[in-house]
């Protein structure tokens, strides 16, 4: 069966650093994808960044980017210059291609200090 | 803009209660999902369809039922509440089965006392 293991309840950190979140992942199927999503106080899910299983390099997305361990099944998010508005809950989630379900982790609440 | 509507953001219900939670999309997409949201738990995925009319059980199906009539629309039904499914309750779209991510409402805030 598919497994999201976010290990991180919650997370500190300062402004203007960087910070990585934790996804690690158990699938037995060799292809995959996998997101980021992000939800903020309001509630709604923002999609951030995917890799698909397949994919020779790190996807990217302006200040996100997928550290993507295939070997170790971990799919990090890392934020580079963390901004206040970064604030928020983040999933890490696992898709199957052409399977219809999409699993998610418990999340792991972010906090950007000043 | 895409666009996912959730009819109401925030609901509180008595148990034995019924429940309808409509969502609508814009976007012509072909699969819609419900999924639970619980603190330390995530989203749980209760149905999904991937067509009209078509629909489909997720992993905690008990309690709920769905309807999708029209290709926009996918409602989620609560015949008679419990206190168990007090929660956060989110709705979502996806273009088609081999495309990527979902797109998601904002989401129903549902307490049943």
């Known amino acids: 069966a598919q497994k999201i293991t976010q290990t991180q309840p919650g997370m500190f950190v300062q402004e203007k650093e960087a910070v990585t979140l934790d996804c690690t992942y158990d699938?037995?199927?060799?292809?995959?994808?996998l997101f980021w999503y992000k939800q903020p106080s309001s509630g709604e899910m923002i999609f951030l960044i995917y890799?698909?299983?397949?994919?020779?390099q790190n996807a990217t997305e302006g200040r996100y980017s997928l550290n993507f361990q295939k070997a170790r099944k971990s799919a990090n998010l890392v934020i580079s210059a963390s901004q206040l508005g970064d604030s928020a809950m983040y999933f890490c989630a696992m898709r199957a291609p052409g399977g219809f379900k999409t699993i998610f982790g418990a999340g792991t609440r972010l906090f950007v200090k000043a | 803009d895409v666009k996912v509507t959730q009819s109401s953001r925030y609901l509180v219900k008595r148990t034995g209660e019924k429940v309808f939670l409509e969502c609508v999309q814009d976007?012509?997409?072909?699969?819609m999902f419900w999924y639970r949201q619980d603190p330390g738990l995530g989203l749980r995925l209760i149905y999904f369809?991937?067509?009209?009319?078509?629909?489909e059980k997720g992993d905690i199906p008990e309690g709920y039922s769905v309807s999708r009539e029209k290709k926009e629309r996918f409602s989620l039904i609560l015949e008679s509440t419990s206190t168990n499914q007090t929660s956060m309750y989110l709705c979502?779209?996806?273009?088609?089965?081999?495309?990527?991510?979902?797109?998601f409402g904002e989401g129903s805030r549902l307490t049943v006392l």
């Open positions: 976007m012509d997409h072909e699969n």
């Open positions: 890799q698909g299983s397949y994919d020779q």
């Open positions: 369809s991937y067509d009209v009319k078509m629909k």
């Open positions: 979502a779209s996806r273009m088609g089965q081999q495309t990527g991510e979902l797109f």
């Open positions: 699938t037995s199927d060799p292809s995959y994808g």
